[in-house]
């Protein structure tokens, strides 16, 4: 491996990109050691399909960022080439300036971010200044491109009139959506003042087009490398709910065919994240994905930003297919790794923990299931419990005047309140039974370990819950539901949720690898562990990411 050097021109001390802010949680900077492990990757990925070969060291090698932001990877990429080439070009600038218009090229996300990628690499925000590193650019952009781009705004209805530039009265609309990436228009349409965050690569429907229209020529990248954008406001949630964004890139990348891609994105699509089901099974299908390096504590690659589910990045190889190498990483230690299928037989998410592949899987054969990771009719635990807002109450729902006393009890974040009948809409047929009531949103943490759930608690007949709870019955009898709990409360019930839990938000979908069990009975831990013939390893395992959840009263 190449020892990381500084550019021989200009010494790079102390490195500024090691404490600059962030932009947003949307729009990340890459800390530069986080780069260099990615470039690491790479450069294993090269020498095993070249015959040993040293990528560094090859002089026609191209590399693309197509959503820069601090230059990071560009300039460790210049770094690792500035000293791989030297045998072959000696003279330090012809081979610096060899590297910068030949090899290393990006796209930035916004003109402010051009300039300080260029800073970056060039070590001057013009690439024909005169403090430039580089000799051979005419043009004050070199081989860092942005130019604004605007969205293309369709399917509006609410429409008014207005001018256009040259003062003509033009009917407009105001509530589109953009064709290319979905934003929304009473969001993001802006003055030329602002950015209009129309990243150039995913406003395109042939990016191979669109690559010859950014750099002057038809071009065949056989590196992109980079951390994209991750999501956009979308309008909902009070202005604080967005829409993910990074898996257009992936595709958008994908379709260019590069050699070797490797992004760093959220990991919310192993198992489930707004919008991206379709995006989940092209990856979890998808062979030439040989690698992904897993950070389910977020903070581990980007401190102080909080990206809940954590990130990873993974290495898409177009030449070779076969499994990937799954890596686990926490608090700058390895946890595991393991050479497996993206996508085990009947399952439709990746398990994330390669522990919990063949203790999953066990599950499931001594439910009867041996073919695929799904349960028959009466064997899953998720058929029981209900989508969001199963009566149709919001979470600020208010209920009658505290002096007035309704047929109904509603339990709410906060202190009870009640209704009448007519008031709820859905699930009537459990209002009159005993249920168990469940928080939608669940631990925050991405710290281990963490309790993954909420506490449950028992809904008595005539009950029902706003949305921040889930329903799970109805049930026979209080006896049923207290025993319900009792399997919650078990490490093994939510270690089984983990695995299909991506975020803070418990939907119906995080319970469908839990059985069900004979609730006759209260569940304990190790009457579980016994069942389901867990050894010693794996109780160690499931006990150190799962934190005990304590019976009321006990």
């Known amino acids: 491996m190449v020892e990381k050097a500084a550019f021989s021109l200009k010494q790079r001390n102390p490195d500024v990109l090691t404490s600059i802010a962030n932009l947003s949680n949307d729009e990340v900077f890459t800390p530069p050691s986080f780069a260099n492990q990615m470039l690491d990757t790479i450069e294993e990925a090269w020498a095993k399909s070249n015959d040993g070969a040293i990528i560094w060291e090859d002089r026609k090698v191209t590399f693309l960022d197509p959503f820069t932001k601090s230059g990071v990877f560009l300039r460790e990429i210049t770094s690792r080439l500035s000293e791989g080439l030297k045998k072959q070009i000696p003279d330090d600038q012809e081979r610096v300036d060899h590297i910068l218009t030949k090899q290393v090229f990006g796209v930035a996300i916004t003109e402010l971010t051009a300039l300080l990628a260029r800073r970056s690499v060039y070590c001057s925000k013009h690439a024909n200044g005169k403090h430039s590193i580089c000799s051979d650019f005419d043009t004050p952009q070199g081989n860092i491109w942005f130019e604004r781009t605007e ?7 609410e429409k008014v009139i207005t001018v256009d530039d040259d003062g003509n009265e033009i009917e407009k609309a105001l509530d589109g959506t953009c064709k290319f990436c979905g934003a929304k228009q009473k969001e993001h349409e802006r003055g030329l003042e602002d950015e209009s965050h129309a990243y150039s690569l995913i ?25 994209p954008p991750y999501q956009l406001n979308d309008g909902g949630g009070k202005g604080t709910s967005a829409g993910p964004i990074y898996d257009q890139f992936v595709e958008k990348a994908i379709a260019l065919t590069p050699r070797f891609l490797s992004l760093v994105i959220p990991a919310r699509w192993f198992s489930g994240g707004k919008g991206l089901d379709g995006f989940r099974e092209t990856m979890l299908n998808d062979r030439r994905i040989r690698a992904i390096e897993d950070f389910p504590d977020a903070s581990d690659v980007f401190p102080g930003v909080q990206i809940k589910g954590g990130v990873c990045y993974f290495l898409w190889n177009r030449d070779h297919e076969g499994d990937a190498v799954i890596t686990t990483h926490d608090k700058g230690q390895v946890l595991s790794t393991m050479e497996r299928p993206l996508l085990e037989t009947g399952a439709d998410v990746l398990i994330r923990y390669n522990e919990a592949v063949s203790l999953v899987k066990r599950v499931f054969a001594i439910e009867g299931q041996r073919e695929k990771l799904v349960y028959p009719s009466g064997k899953g635990f998720a058929e029981l419990v209900s ?9 600020g729902f208010q209920g009658l005047p505290s002096n ?6 509603v339990f709410r974040v906060g202190s009870p309140t009640s209704t009448s009948f007519e008031k709820v809409e859905k699930s009537t047929h459990s209002i009159d039974k005993w249920k168990v009531f469940i928080p939608f949103l669940a631990s925050g943490s991405d710290s281990f370990p963490h ?11 005539y009950s029902v819950c706003t949305e921040s709870y889930l329903l799970i ?3 026979a009898s209080e006896h049923e539901a207290t025993n319900v709990i009792s399997y919650i409360h078990s490490r093994f019930f939510r270690f089984l949720v983990l695995q299909k839990k991506p975020s803070q938000n418990a939907t119906k979908k995080v319970y469908e690898f839990v059985p069900r069990q004979d609730f006759s009975q209260p569940w304990t831990d190790e009457e579980l562990y016994a069942k389901y013939k867990l050894t010693q390893e794996e109780i160690d395992f499931i006990e150190r990411m799962i934190r005990p959840m304590e019976l009321e009263g006990a």
């Open 404 to 409: 007035q006393k309704g047929d109904i009890t």
């Open 203 to 227: 406003h395109t429907n042939d990016p191979t087009a669109w690559v010859k229209s950014t750099f002057g020529e038809d071009m065949q990248f056989d590196v992109i490398v980079g951390n």
């Open 473 to 475: 019955g109805p049930l």
């Open 451 to 461: 309790p993954i759930l909420g506490k449950p608690f028992v809904g008595p007949p």
């Open 387 to 395: 989508v969001r807002n199963p009566y149709s109450l919001n979470s």
């Open 151 to 157: 969205h293309t705004w369709v399917g509006g209805k």
